[in-house]
């Protein structure tokens, strides 16, 4: 029986509570991974315990496997950039931002490095890369794709405010450790 076929003979109202049904299943999964353990490995000076989610349902996973989102970051700036590990100017900006990383831990800020591979690729890069070793900042893995995030560039990078609230996107390469921008990025978060 097809799908077109059941929906006129069962009406909406079956197709409504197969839906409720589901919602209330996936409501249900979100609370109960909501109460796991941090063993996340996300680091930063002062930092609360991290809330951490089921990383199959999660907008991002640790390379552990460890879900997460914004909320998991509570009273501290998040700043994540979306990269590749086959794109040119996001390998180039990696390590200004690794400095800048470093110069605003203290302050308050968590960085976030986002790629849409496989974790096994983004652990193999870093290790390639030589970004396993003295790196400040944060690599994780967004589940799903990069569009699915209505993010249509690499790089690009978003900016929020303790409260997850976004503040600012930019898109394309930046000289991030430069003054002016560390500048911009303290101004933003005030």
Same mark, same amino acid.
């Given at each position: 029986?097809?799908?077109?076929?059941?929906?006129?003979? !069962?009406?909406? !109202? !079956? &197709?409504?509570?197969?839906?409720?049904?589901?919602?209330?299943? $996936?409501?249900?999964?979100?609370?109960?991974?909501?109460?796991?353990?941090?063993?996340?490995?996300?680091?930063?000076? +002062?930092?609360?315990?991290?809330?951490?989610?089921?990383?199959?349902? @999660?907008?991002?996973?640790?390379?552990?496997?460890? +879900?997460?989102?914004?909320?998991?970051?509570?009273?501290? /700036?998040?700043?994540?950039?979306?990269?590749?590990?086959?794109?040119?100017?996001?390998?180039?900006?990696?390590?200004?931002?690794?400095?800048?990383? @470093?110069?605003?831990?203290?302050?308050?800020?968590?960085?976030?490095?986002?790629? =849409?591979? /496989?974790?096994?690729?983004?652990?193999?890069?870093? /290790?390639?890369?030589?970004?396993?070793? =003295?790196?400040? +900042? !944060?690599?994780? /893995?967004?589940?799903?794709?990069?569009?699915?995030? +209505?993010?249509?560039?690499?790089?690009?990078?978003?900016?929020?405010?303790?409260? @997850?609230? $976004? &503040?600012?996107?930019?898109?394309?390469?930046?000289?991030? =450790?430069?003054?002016?921008?560390?500048?911009?990025?303290? @101004?933003?978060?005030?």
């Amino acid at each position: 029986m097809s799908y077109f076929s059941s929906f006129f003979q !069962n009406g909406p !109202n !079956n &197709l409504i509570l197969t839906f409720i049904q589901r919602v209330i299943t $996936l409501v249900a999964i979100t609370l109960l991974s909501a109460c796991s353990s941090d063993d996340s490995g996300i680091t930063s000076p +002062g930092m609360s315990p991290l809330v951490t989610y089921d990383a199959s349902v @999660a907008t991002y996973q640790t390379l552990d496997g460890t +879900g997460l989102e914004l909320n998991s970051f509570s009273d501290h /700036k998040i700043f994540i950039n979306y990269w590749a590990t086959w794109c040119a100017p996001c390998i180039r900006e990696l390590p200004a931002l690794s400095r800048t990383a @470093a110069i605003l831990q203290d302050e308050g800020y968590i960085f976030l490095f986002a790629s =849409d591979e /496989k974790i096994e690729t983004i652990e193999k890069f870093m /290790k390639t890369r030589g970004f396993d070793q =003295d790196f400040a +900042g !944060n690599f994780v /893995k967004l589940n799903g794709y990069f569009g699915m995030h +209505g993010i249509d560039a690499v790089p690009s990078s978003t900016l929020y405010a303790e409260n @997850a609230i $976004l &503040l600012q996107s930019w898109a394309g390469e930046r000289e991030w =450790d430069s003054p002016e921008v560390i500048a911009e990025i303290r @101004a933003l978060t005030q």
